[in-house]
């Protein structure tokens, strides 16, 4: 195979990746706005919640950034997401206006959140 043939394949390749990553986006957005959590998180950094406030709950970029590298990230925001947080242990303090996430378990099914949770974590902070 030749050079140029090569460089083709390898575009188009690229092409059905990138595609393949909107179109996942597309549905991760989707099933965050259905199941109500686009109510209290933004995926950048820097968005102001209600009256100019911090926003109610983090970036999801910034929480990609600090569960990086946490092996049990996947498993304990999924259950963060079903169960909701405890409010005397939360470690967004003074960055969020919310006290706490509420549970989620009757707006979103366990293997959606495990999905969604999995994205996130996957969001790249330097990406805007």
Sequence with gaps: MNKQALCLLAGLAVASTAAFAAEKDDAMLALASKSG?????????G??????LAPIGPAWKDVSAKY??????????TRT???GSN?????????VSGLAMPPNHVAIKDAEA?????WILALDAAKK
């Design 114 to 118: 495990k999905q969604l949770v999995k």
């Design 37 to 45: 959590c686009m109510t209290c998180h933004h995926i950048e950094p």
């Design 47 to 52: 968005a102001k919640g209600p009256d100019g």
């Design 81 to 83: 997401v079903l169960n």
């Design 68 to 77: 990086k590298g946490v092996k049990s990230a996947e498993e304990d925001l």
């Design 87 to 95: 409010p005397y242990e939360s470690h967004w303090k003074g960055k």
